[in-house]
């Protein structure tokens, strides 16, 4: 089972933002064990949680989910990128 752009950014950003499964979980409105289940990329979270995440990391969805829609060749973003110019700004 391959782990999903989203997958791997949602574990990104927990760690960025210094939360626990449990703590991002109680956040989103749901368990660590989902959290878990998302991170690991057994399942894809819904959108709903997608979007609570993009706030509290303040990240666009489209770098949340590794794609850039404003250019034609659909380059795929590297969120861990967006971070090291945010500390650098």
Do not use: H
Not at 37 to 51: C, L, Q
Request: charged share 30%.
């Amino acid at each position: 089972m391959a782990i999903s752009i989203v997958n791997r950014n949602m574990r990104f950003v927990r760690k960025k933002l210094g939360l626990k499964q449990g703590e991002l979980g109680a956040l989103l409105g749901i368990d660590c064990q989902m959290v878990s289940v998302y991170e690991t990329g057994r399942y894809e979270p819904k959108t709903d949680y997608i979007v609570t995440l993009c706030r509290l990391a303040r990240v666009t969805m489209d770098e949340l989910t590794g794609i850039d829609f404003e250019r034609s060749n659909y380059r795929y973003l590297d969120i861990k990128r967006t971070y090291q110019t945010q500390q650098r700004g």
